[in-house]
Each structure stands twice: as C-alpha cells, then as structure tokens.
C-alpha cells in the first residue's frame, strides 16, 4: 500500500482560495492514478477530482468544475487540489486516494470502498 499524508486545509471565507496537498511514500507514485474525495458530516464520501498516473485524464465532480484544479508532481510524490472560490457547500474533510492497480484511470463512478489506500483527510471550512 500507499501511505497518503493530506496537508493545507483550514478555516476561510466564501470566495478565498486553498491549495490542499498529499504527500505520498511506500510505492510508485508515479503509475497510480491519484483522486481527491471529500465527507461532510452525515453525508458519505464523495468523489471530488482525479488525476491519471501521467497527468492526463482529469475527472471533476460537476460542483467544482472551473472552480478546482488537481495537479500532481511525480518527482515531489505530491497531488495537488487547488480550490478556488471557495463555498460553503465545499466544507468538508477532504481525503486524497491512490488508484486500485498501476496505469489504471480513477474515474467519478469509483467508489471509496474500491480504493484502499487513503490518507488521514485535512478538514477545509468555508464560512458565508
């Protein structure tokens, strides 16, 4: 497995921006595809964006579309969500995933219950 460590949320108002980051270590970041999902309290987790293991293949849930951006660094080991005009509809704990099997597209159907390697999630609030 992948061990997955989320960084950069925080307390904001609607309309600022955030950059959240995972830090990945224990095995080839660079052929997995890498995915964002996010849980707000007494919802299930949901799929936000994912990034293909070569930086193509971008998926956004249609709520972020124009807003987000995934990027990731394969010589840093780090995937990147970059979140624009923040909502408050956006608050959450934001989890960042690593793809099932090398090569493979992480696309908006997976569900959290296929991918079995996660980080610890970095809570993003986005006050009105």
């Known amino acids: 497995q992948v061990q997955l460590v989320e960084s950069g949320g925080g307390l904001v108002q609607a309309g600022d921006s955030l950059r959240l980051s995972c830090a990945a270590s224990g095995r080839t970041f660079s052929t997995y595809a890498m995915g964002w999902f996010r849980q707000a309290p007494g919802k299930e987790r949901e799929f936000v964006a994912s990034?293909?293991?070569?930086?193509?293949?971008?998926y956004y849930t249609e709520s972020v579309k124009g807003r987000f951006t995934i990027s990731r660094d394969n010589t840093k080991n780090t995937v990147y969500l970059q979140m624009n005009t923040l909502k408050p509809e956006d608050t959450a704990v934001y989890y960042c995933?690593?793809?099932?099997?090398?090569?493979?597209?992480?696309?908006?159907?997976?569900?959290?219950?296929?991918?079995?390697?996660w980080g610890q999630g970095t809570q993003v609030t986005v006050s009105s």
């Open positions: 995933a690593a793809g099932p099997r090398p090569y493979s597209l992480m696309v908006p159907t997976m569900a959290p219950k296929d991918l079995d390697s």
């Open positions: 990034i293909g293991w070569n930086g193509n293949n971008r």
